[in-house]
């Protein structure tokens, strides 16, 4: 008796390689863990000229591939189409007539059954195929950020910002209606989009994030890139992502004058891709160091005095949160970065909210002893409820559990 595989059809906004960066990290784990039990046949968009020399790595995952190119300025102008057509611009944004026409030919072929979707914006090509169990992973509400968005920008961009959160809301809502079982990172998250949706709550499911604990081990820390006894304070992310970008300007000029205060050697360091002009503009040649792309962000992470997420907009589990705390690191984070977290405030992190409030608690996790005691409680939790594995299992188990006959076509 054959115990080949089933086929699997696998929708990704961003290539899920490397997993370098938030989202990343959640669909390469996603995408592993798929490759043990599917034959996976993904399509997705490579954003960034770096990400194309990484296709062919895929292909120890995957069993079939097709990647578009998507320039993000070409892109926004593509979405403004969105403008005439009443739909919300993040729909043509993502929008390619040859995904499309792969992803029909690919569930024809191989008579592929199962789907899952990674981001809400990918669910528009699922219109027109005949599947059995589809299973999307919005992970947060995008809808919810744009509105959040809104609230701090003027006219007209408040304007389009709420045009966007609310199309892209009923969007979300429709799609989650079509499909089997919809997904969110954190349990806030999934009752976010339950009180618009409230009659879906049989079908929405917490698939958590994880941390890889043994890739981010405190014994895997490299050589300090940093000067011997110079305390840092590190921020790590994506520095070209909106809400990145405003927590390390306004930690920058906020915090870090009332840190230096207290330890005036102190350096902050901003670590992460492709740096924003107004990140790039904080570094001073001393104290405020800005690195953009590094091969390896575990000695930046690991030989710091503490890791900060100071972000104002965040949504879901921060993945560099979680890597912190894995590398068994002191973290000072905002309520919003710690939403969702399994973690006991004050024991395994900080909370902190005004810049008085992070440059308190960075003084009182400082001291080596204490950064010790926390960095252990932070790396212990994580090994006790951030295991991919453990997570990803709901995937499965969702799309196995009562495979009933074959559905309707989706439509718009």
Known sequence: MSMEKPPLLYLTHRIPYPPNKGDKVRSFHILRFLARHYQVHLATFVDHPDDWQHVAALDQWCVAVHTAGLDPVRGRVRSLRGLLSGEALTLPYYRDPGVSQWVREQCATHAIERAVVFSGAMAQYLDGLSLRRVFLDFCDVDSAKWTQYA??????????????????????????????????????????????????????????????????????????????????????????????????????????????????????????????????????????????????????????????????????????????????????VSSAAATGLRASPGVTHRVAETADDYADAIQQCSPPAVAETMGAAARAVVLEHYAWDAHLAAIPRALENGMAPKRVEMCA
């Open 151 to 332: 609230a701090s920008r003027r006219w007209p961009m408040s304007w389009l910002y709420q045009r966007e959160g609310r199309l892209l809301g009923r969007f979300e809502r429709r799609r989650a209606e079509q499909v089997d079982v919809s997904s969110f990172v954190t349990r806030a998250e999934a009752d976010l989009f339950l009180r618009e949706a409230p009659t879906l709550a049989a079908r929405v499911q917490v698939v958590e994030n994880g941390v890889d604990s043994t890739y981010f081990s405190p014994d895997n820390g490299g050589v300090s890139p940093y000067g011997p006894d110079v305390p840092v304070i590190v921020f790590a992310g994506a520095m070209d992502y909106w809400p990145n970008v405003d927590a390390a300007c306004w930690f920058a000029r906020e915090v870090m004058p009332k840190v230096w205060s207290q330890r005036p050697r102190t350096r902050f360091y901003i670590v992460g891709m492709n740096p924003a002009p107004a990140v790039n503009a904080l570094a001073d040649g001393d104290r405020v160091v800005v690195t953009g792309t590094v091969p390896d962000v575990r000695p930046y992470v690991h030989h710091a005095s503490v890791v900060v997420a100071p972000l104002r907009v965040a949504r879901g589990i921060q993945n560099k949160v979680l890597e912190a705390m894995s590398m068994a690191r002191p973290v000072v």
